[in-house]
C-alpha cells in the first residue's frame, strides 16, 4: 500500500514525533510504502509552553519526511490536500492529539477524499482534551466528520468517539511499547551518568510537567514521614510545561528539596534509557488520562509502574502484578510507594513485566489500522 503519515515528525521532537515514526518503521518492515509529511509550523510560539519545539539530532536517514504543513495558514492546508488528493495514497493517517490541530486535520481530510479513493483514518491519544477550552467539541466534530475511520488507544477513548460519530469504524489498541529509546543499560552506569548515588532507590517522575500530570500529589505523597525508613529520592525529569513556581514552592513547604532531583530540561531522546534503567519505579499519579506514551516506555525497560486510577491507565497497569492501580489522592499514592518500600516488590514486578509487555507490539498497531481501512472499502463496495 501507498500510505502518508500527517503529523508530527522530525525536526519536531517529542513523543507524537517518536510514534509517527516508529509507525512509519512498523509499515515499512511490512513491505508498504510510507512518507510522512509534517509542519514548517506546528505551534505559533505564544502557544507552545516549552523552550523549543525542535530537535538537535540529524534527521532519521531511513525515513522520507516532507515539511509542509503550517498548522495556522488555510492556503497551507489547501495545498497539501490537493496534492495528495491528486497523489492517491491508499491511506492517510492522522494522529489526532488536540482539537487545536482540527481545522488544519479537517480541511486536509475533506480534500484528499474528493479522489475517492484515498482513506483517512486516524490514531487518537485523546477526543476530549485533558485541559478543556471554549470551542473544543465543535472543532473535534470537524476533523471526525472528514474521517473514514479511527483507532483509540484506550476504551475511554472509545467512548468519547460515540460523542462525535457512532457510525464511524474502530478498532481498540493499546499504545504499542516505546521501543525506539534503545536498551537499558547498567543500573550503575546510568547512575554514574546521572550523577546519582548508588545506595539509594530512586522513584522516577517522567515527561512534560502539565498540572494535570498530578505532580504536586506526589511530592505530597513523598513527604510522608514513613518514607523516611527508607533510602529513597525522586527523580522528577522533563521540562515544565506549566508554570514551576508552585511545585519549587511546595518542595520548599513541605522540606523535601534534598530529597528531589530536578532535571527540568526537555530530555532527548538519546538520554531516556538512562533515566529509565535508573529508575526503580515508575509514578504517573496523573488527575486525568486517557492513555500514555510513559507507561509504554516503562514497559520498554522492564520497570514498575505505579498509575492513578484514572482514563485508561488501569487497562494498561494490572494491579498488584506489575505495579500499582491506586486513586487519584496523594494518600493513595503513598500507601503503594511504602508498600513497594516495604516489601521489595521490585523484583517480583520486573519480572512480570517482561511478560506483561508482549501484549503491546507495533505490529498490532499496524493490523488494527488495516482492519479499520479494510472495514471502510468494505463497506463502500457495499454501497
Not at 514548517?40 to 507552545?48: A, D, N, S
Request: net charge neutral; hydrophobic share 40%.
Amino acid at each position: 500500500m501507498k500510505i502518508v503519515i500527517i503529523g508530527t515528525a522530525y525536526p519536531f521532537r517529542g513523543g507524537l514525533a517518536a510514534f509517527n515514526e516508529r509507525l512509519a518503521r512498523e509499515f515499512i518492515k511490512e513491505g508498504h510504502s510510507v512518507r510522512l509529511e509534517t509542519f514548517t509550523l506546528q505551534y505559533p510560539g505564544f502557544l507552545f509552553p516549552g523552550k523549543t519545539q525542535f530537535a538537535d539530532w540529524e534527521k532519521p536517514a531511513d525515513l522520507e519526511i516532507t515539511r509542509s504543513v503550517n498548522s495556522i495558514n488555510p492556503l497551507s492546508w489547501i495545498r497539501v490536500g490537493r496534492k495528495l488528493k491528486k497523489e492517491k495514497p491508499d491511506l492517510v493517517i492522522f494522529k489526532f492529539w488536540l482539537p487545536f490541530m482540527a481545522p488544519c486535520f479537517g480541511t486536509i481530510a475533506r480534500f484528499i477524499r474528493k479522489n475517492k479513493h484515498t482513506r483517512i483514518v486516524s490514531i487518537a491519544d485523546n477526543i476530549i482534551p485533558h485541559e478543556k477550552r471554549i470551542g473544543d467539541r465543535s472543532l473535534t466534530s470537524y476533523f471526525m466528520n472528514a474521517i473514514d475511520g479511527m483507532v483509540p488507544m484506550s476504551k475511554s477513548v472509545k467512548e468519547d468517539i460515540k460523542i462525535f460519530r457512532k457510525d464511524l469504524p474502530v478498532k481498540l489498541c493499546p499504545h504499542p511499547v516505546f521501543d525506539n529509546f534503545g536498551e537499558s543499560i547498567n543500573r550503575e552506569e546510568a547512575l554514574e551518568k546521572l550523577e546519582l548515588e548508588s545506595d539509594f532507590i530512586y522513584f522516577l517522575f517522567f515527561g512534560f510537567i502539565r498540572d494535570y500530570k498530578g505532580l504536586d500529589w506526589l511530592l505530597e505523597a513523598f513527604s510522608e514521614e514513613r518514607l523516611r525508613e527508607f533510602p529513597v529520592k525522586l527523580i522528577v525529569a522533563g521540562e515544565f510545561y506549566s508554570d514551576p513556581s508552585p511545585y519549587l514552592d511546595l518542595i520548599d513547604n513541605l522540606d523535601i528539596a534534598d530529597l528531589i532531583i530536578l532535571k527540568t530540561e526537555f530530555i532527548p531522546d538519546d538520554d531516556v534509557k538512562i533515566y529509565f534503567s535508573a529508575a526503580d519505579l515508575v509514578v504517573q499519579p496523573y488527575k486525568s488520562a486517557t492513555q500514555s506514551g510513559v507507561t509504554q516506555i516503562g514497559y520498554q525497560f522492564d520497570k514498575p509502574m505505579l498509575v492513578t486510577k484514572v482514563g485508561g491507565l488501569p487497562e494498561i497497569i494490572p494491579d498488584q502484578v506489575i505495579g500499582y492501580v491506586v486513586e487519584p489522592k496523594p494518600k493513595a499514592i503513598a500507601n503503594a510507594l511504602y508498600d513497594f518500600l516495604k516489601n521489595k516488590r521490585k523484583q517480583e514486578f520486573t519480572e512480570n513485566v517482561k511478560k506483561e509487555k508482549q501484549k503491546f507490539l507495533w505490529s498490532s498497531m499496524v493490523s488494527a489500522i488495516l482492519e479499520v481501512w479494510n472495514k471502510t472499502v468494505n463497506d463502500d463496495n457495499q454501497k
